[in-house]
Each structure stands twice: as C-alpha cells, then as structure tokens.
Nanobody
Framework: VQLQASGGGLVQAGGSLRLSCAVSKHPFAAYAIAWFRRTLRREREFVAAISPTGGKTYYGDSVQGRFIISMTNDGRTVDLQMGSLKPEDTDTYYC????????????????WGRGTEVTVSS
C-alpha cells in the first residue's frame, strides 16, 4: 500500500484546513488509517484514526472536538478536516496505515506517507 498526504498550507488561527491521504491499495484490502504529527526532536503525536470499515474514529486529546477524520467507502481517501486551528497545531502531518485494527501509537503502523506541512499563524 502507498500513501500520499496533501492539503497542508498556511492558515490563520481560528481557521480551517483539510488534509487528504490518498491510499493506493488492493481493492479488497482494508486498512486502519491514522494521522500523526511531528516536528523535529519530538515523538510522533497521535492525531486521529479511523477503522478499516470507517465505522469507528479516534482522536488525540489535543484535537478532540476540533478535527474530524473520514474515509470514502472504497477506503482510498481519508480526510482530516481541521477546524479552530491554533498556532500549536503547526506541524508536519503524516498519514499511516496498518492491516489490523486502529492503534493509537505510531509503532504498529507499517506504512507511512510523506508528510504535509501545516502552519497556523497567530
């Protein structure tokens, strides 16, 4: 499976941004998809995840209530709608995939896309 994140950019505090993760996979394969973020010198922080069927979603404490993760029916696109953005949301965001269920840590994810940068100005 290959992942490609897009949609990053510069936005003012309080604004919104939508990230997309394009998932290139076998039509019958299903993956849990997660978003993490990380700047230099920090561990990858869990942001949000969605189960392989799209039926369950999970959020990190810092984004709960502000971000929404969603998946298309074919599992080929996973969006992260980010709202009420804060300067501390500035980071590089990565999408990741694993065949088993959702994990809330980076380690269990087998596949990673390149990051997309989000900058929130105050």
């Amino acid at each position: 499976v290959q992942l490609q994140a897009s949609g990053g950019g510069l936005v003012q505090a309080g604004g919104s941004l939508r990230l997309s993760c394009a998932v290139s996979k076998h039509p019958f394969a299903a993956y849990a998809i997660a978003w993490f973020r990380r700047t230099l010198r920090r561990e990858r922080e869990f942001v949000a995840a969605i189960s392989p069927t799209g039926g369950k979603t999970y959020y990190g404490d810092s984004v709960q209530g502000r971000f929404i993760i969603s998946m298309t029916n074919d599992g080929r696109t996973v969006d992260l709608q980010m709202g009420s953005l804060k300067p501390e949301d500035t980071d590089t965001y990565y999408c990741a995939a694993r065949r088993s269920g959702v994990a809330l840590m980076a380690g269990p994810y087998d596949y990673w896309g390149r990051g997309t940068e989000v900058t929130v100005s105050s």
